[in-house]
């Protein structure tokens, strides 16, 4: 990984949560690698387990020599309604009295079965090229031959219409 890296101009790299300590071992090993990437992206779920395992993750980034600009945290699979300083009370309390990440409560992301979907769909979608699908679905379901046309045509047009929803969360995070 590190040497693919130094190959290429961007690249995103998900690493997982159950992958954070080899990462970690992996990073002491290669000196300064940490300097490869512009940013550590941590998302996080409200359950205290995860909440905890953030904490630990950011603790572990900011001792490798890490700025706190460089770690972002993304307050994850929220319900709606949810505010992000009641569902991440301990998380936020921790980095308030130590300081090792950069902290936008904007950045929430709610739960949303468009992620499922593109998954599905098997191949990269671009959500927000997605959102700005001005296909007339509707009419193409009037006019579809049968059944399978019209289900087919109804599921697109909910997918763009969740891609509607979440590209806002999307650009308020990123």
């Known amino acids: ?3 693919y890296m130094q190959t290429v101009d961007s690249v ?10 080899d990462l970690m071992a992996l990073m002491r090993r290669y000196q300064g690698s940490h300097e490869d990437f512009d940013c550590f992206v941590i998302p996080t779920v409200a359950a205290v387990k995860q909440q905890q395992d953030t904490m630990a ?3 572990e980034l900011a001792r490798s020599g890490i700025p706190a600009s460089r770690l972002k945290v993304v307050f ?3 319900d709606d309604g949810v505010e992000v300083a009641q569902a991440f009370e301990l998380l936020l309390a921790f980095v308030e009295q130590h300081p090792v990440a950069c902290i936008s409560t904007r950045c929430r992301l709610g739960a949303n079965e468009i992620y499922g979907r593109v998954k599905a769909m098997g191949a990269a979608i671009d959500l927000a090229v997605l959102a700005r699908d001005t296909t007339d679905y509707k009419s193409l379901i009037v ?3 049968n059944v399978a046309q019209k289900l087919a045509l109804a599921q697109a047009l909910a997918t763009r219409r969740l891609a509607c929803g979440v590209v806002p969360e999307l650009d308020a995070c990123f």
């Open 76 to 78: 994850n699979m929220l």
């Open 57 to 59: 993750t950011l603790a």
């Open 12 to 21: 995103v790299v998900d690493i997982g949560a159950s992958n954070v300590e």
């Open 143 to 145: 006019k579809a031959d």
């Open 1 to 3: 990984l590190q040497e």
